[in-house]
């Protein structure tokens, strides 16, 4: 039905600008950010990135969670241990390419660093959950590469042979603070051994799999 409505309003240039607003945008590019208060959704509905603030903390922080569950159930955050104190958070796309988030005073508190220039880069939030900053259908980043505390199906885990890139899950420090504090989870990869899955306490081998408690 809005459809209908918005091909027979396309004429009138405010009008165009009212629906845009209300259509669930599910990506951004150097002339679109998102801003406290508005909100990617996926093209399927699935998921949402925004930001939050867990609890009864007054901290923000920019994270992805699922867009149909009631209670909000965050599965990434950018900003872990680096929130926003107040809504002026914005997601962005800056002149030379780079997705950075911009806190208090036009601070950086979150970037992500790739090298390659990428001025036409445009970031998706993909259905499955995933964040990707893409040039020309290359991906240049993507968040399941560094997944916070949640593995979502397409996830993989462990040693990315070709980028270098270690991928492991690692629990919020308490339900109202999103920054890793003991543990952390991942497969290690040794090239004369199996795949082990492990949990780290710290730095302290916590638990592997197929050796029991270490
Ligand atoms: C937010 O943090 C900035 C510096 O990081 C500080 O100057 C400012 O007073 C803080 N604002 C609030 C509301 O706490
Ligand atoms: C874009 O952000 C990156 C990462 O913070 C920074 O190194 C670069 O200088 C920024 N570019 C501009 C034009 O501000
Ligand atoms: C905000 O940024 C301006 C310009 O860089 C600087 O002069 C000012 O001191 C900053 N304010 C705070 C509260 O950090």
Request: glycine content about 10%.
């Amino acid at each position: 039905m809005g459809r209908l409505c918005f091909s027979f309003m396309i004429g009138s240039n405010l009008v165009f600008l009212l629906f845009t607003h209300s259509f669930a945008v599910d990506n951004i590019s150097p002339s679109r950010s998102i801003r406290h208060g508005t909100t990617l959704v996926s093209r399927g509905g699935s998921f949402e990135l925004g930001f939050f603030s867990p609890g009864s903390s007054k901290n923000r922080y920019l994270g992805i969670w699922y867009k149909n569950i009631p209670v909000r159930t965050v599965v990434w955050v950018a900003n872990r241990c680096n929130p926003i104190n107040d809504s002026s958070g914005i997601l962005m796309i800056n002149s030379t390419g780079h997705l950075v988030l911009l806190g208090q005073n036009k601070s950086v508190v979150w970037w992500i660093s790739s090298a390659k220039h990428a001025p036409s880069a445009t970031v998706e939030l993909l259905d499955s959950g995933n964040l990707v900053l893409r040039d020309a259908g290359t991906y240049l980043w993507q968040s399941f590469d560094y997944p916070s505390d949640t593995f979502l199906p397409g996830m993989k885990m462990g040693w990315d042979l070709r980028t270098g890139i270690q991928r492991s899950l690692s629990a919020w420090k308490n339900s109202e603070d999103p920054c890793p504090e003991d543990f952390t989870y991942g497969i290690e990869m040794e090239l004369d051994t199996y795949p082990e899955a492990y949990v780290l306490k710290g730095t302290a081998k916590y638990y592997r799999t197929g050796h029991g408690m270490a």
